[in-house]
């Protein structure tokens, strides 16, 4: 079983439309998570950290169960500007030495 | 402005020429990583360093070698490259919340 597993996708929804990813991770103490963004050819960047009660930032919710081992991701109200891949990334050490990256989904938000 | 610098950002090279991609950030991390992004695979980690002159293996390490002279720069180095190195490599450097700063990328082809 891979240390982080997400849907590759692609996930395909209109403009508007609500979508949910999830992320599984193996390692029962990983210790912190998060969610990037990353567009066509460029560089990851930080979407939301993921705390164990659950955070949100504008139309984006990031949930973490830690009994299931999985985060995910939740997208109000799609923007065309949301089409990117999503990485979910889960820290297994208390360090951050060693992140571990999942193979990321990809969405497009269709007009 | 916060940054990771690499260089270069595109290299077309043949089996056997050593190489170095440079990495510089300019935060005052102690933790930088690289990274190797292929299809399907998803980010994976070369090497990381902790801290100048700490450094050590990530998941796939294999045929590069890093050096941690000084704390802004981390470059990676391929002694004798191979045509199963073609990849996107990224450089990154952590800040005290987890957070990966992400260099633009290097786009690498061994023919």
């Known amino acids: 079983r891979k240390e982080v597993e997400q849907d590759p996708g692609p996930f395909n929804v209109p403009e508007g439309a609500t979508v949910a990813f999830n992320c599984t991770y193996s390692n029962s103490a ?11 050819r460029k560089e990851p960047k930080l979407l939301m950290s993921v705390y164990s009660s659950g955070n949100e930032d504008g139309r984006f919710t990031a949930q973490l169960n830690r009994a299931s081992q999985y985060i995910s991701l939740l997208i109000r109200d799609s923007k065309l500007s949301d089409s990117a891949t999503y990485l979910c990334a889960v820290n297994m050490e ?8 999942g193979p990321g989904t990809s969405l497009s938000v269709i007009p | 402005e916060a940054q ?3 260089n270069p950002r595109y290299l077309i090279t043949v089996t056997g020429k050593k190489l ?4 510089s950030q300019n935060m005052n991390h102690e933790y930088m990583s ?40 981390f470059p990676l180095i391929l002694e004798s ?17 987890g957070e990966l700063f992400f260099g633009e990328g290097s786009r690498l082809t061994v023919l």
């Open chain 1, 94 to 101: 208390t360090s951050y030495d060693k992140v571990i990256f």
């Open chain 2, 20 to 23: 170095t991609v440079t990495c």
């Open chain 2, 81 to 97: 490259p191979s045509p199963n190195q073609t990849s996107l490599y990224f450089c990154a450097s952590v800040d005290l919340g």
């Open chain 2, 34 to 73: 690289w990274y190797r992004q292929d299809p399907g695979l998803g980010l994976r980690q070369i090497y990381y360093s902790m801290n100048v002159e700490v450094t050590d293996k990530g998941d796939v390490p294999e045929g590069y070698k890093v050096s941690r002279k000084e704390k802004r720069n």
């Open chain 2, 4 to 6: 990771v610098t690499q």
């Open chain 1, 30 to 40: 990983s210790q912190s998570f998060f969610w990037y963004r990353q567009d066509c």
